[in-house]
């Protein structure tokens, strides 16, 4: 009995070692598909050892041909084929009725095509368990944006082994330029803030193995205001809007911005910040497996070696606007109304 133990657990951890020291040196897409080797082994041999050593016969035998049978079919399709269904989730978007008859309206569109006005920046932080033998978690990112609008987001949260964890957080932004409220003796003004973005590209997760082995991806776009009045008068603390998308899906379209709608303090100066945020994490607890998280929104080079990069998913990124690369984030236009009462 020793023999097939020593078996089992000597081919345990060699498929562990392969599968976890492959995303040290490899993108993370070749280390999912070099690792369904491992653990496809794991499979059988485990299989091979319980049967013939525990002489399974009539229907335990054909139990543990069916899981094995499920375990040849379930990690190889884990890995390859995207998982869950896309969801996205529009802001709760409410009209505000003006209970005024005598008020005075001024509204304005900013676009972004030219000149070069918006203040911009990327953020990203990550924590992972790293590489240790038996495990690995990691993440990586990539970051940059312009002064017109346009941006490029990639995050990827791998885990693979046993008991590993992966989550990066990154960040693009741009603040507009100030507006001042002018002070024509009305007791307040009501501030209505909207626009639009275009986003191509994708998000997907995907998760196989024995055990569990899980992650998520979302990319959140958030709309908040800032400004010199005295903060107590606003509500800056909470003058924020978001909008989410999450689950495995494609993007390349037009949407509206999360409506924000605020009473602010005339004879100050205040700016519209807009970002995109972008959640990967992973996890892996069990005898082993691969989770990955992805988001791709620009740097089409090292999108293409994500592991959704499979025939048929996703949908290709469309150059639209033409001018602009595919694959991107891009504010298009930032939309206000001052109402006074």
């Keep these: 009995m020793l023999k097939p133990l020593l078996l089992l657990c000597g081919g345990y951890v060699a498929s562990l070692l392969v599968m976890t020291t492959a995303p040290v040196f490899l993108d993370g897409a070749t280390a999912s598909l070099v690792s369904i080797g491992p653990l496809l082994f794991d499979v059988v041999l485990a299989a091979y050892l319980v049967v013939h050593y525990l002489g399974l016969r009539g229907l335990f035998r054909l139990a543990a041909y069916f ?43 900013n676009n972004f095509d030219t000149p070069c006005v918006l203040v911009h920046g990327q953020t990203s932080t990550s924590q992972s368990t790293g590489y240790y033998g038996l495990g690995y978690g990691g993440t990586s ?71 569990t082995y899980n992650g998520g991806t979302t990319l959140e776009i958030m709309l908040k205001l800032m400004g010199n009045a005295p903060c107590d008068s606003y509500g800056c603390y909470n003058s924020y809007a978001t909008r989410y998308f999450t689950g495995t899906q494609s993007m390349s379209s037009e949407y509206d911005l999360p409506h924000l709608g605020i009473y602010v303090t005339p004879s100050y100066t205040y700016n519209v910040i807009v970002s995109f945020n972008v959640t990967s994490n992973t996890i892996g607890i069990g005898a082993g497996g691969i989770a990955t998280s992805d ?34 984030l891009l504010l298009t236009a930032v939309a206000y109304t001052l109402t006074d009462f």
Excluded at 171 to 177: A, L, T
């Design 141 to 211: 990112t990539r970051l940059g944006s312009n002064c017109h609008g346009l941006a490029q987001l990639t995050a990827q949260a791998y885990s693979s082994g046993l008991g590993s964890k992966a989550t990066v957080q990154s960040s693009v932004w741009f603040i507009d330029q100030p507006f001042y409220v002018p002070d024509h003796g009305q007791k307040t003004t009501r501030l209505e803030i909207g626009g639009s973005v275009f986003i191509s590209g994708w998000l997907a997760r995907q998760n196989a193995g024995i055990g």
């Design 67 to 109: 899981f094995t049978f499920l375990g040849l079919v379930s990690i190889p399709s884990g890995i390859l084929s995207p998982v869950g269904p896309g969801q996205s989730y529009p802001s709760n978007v409410t009209s505000y009725v003006n209970p005024f008859t005598n008020n005075s309206t001024i509204s304005w569109i």
């Design 295 to 328: 988001a791709c929104f620009g740097y089409s080079n090292y999108c293409a070696a994500t592991p959704t990069n499979v025939p048929g998913f996703p949908a290709s990124c469309m150059p639209n606007p033409s001018r602009f690369q595919s694959c991107e």
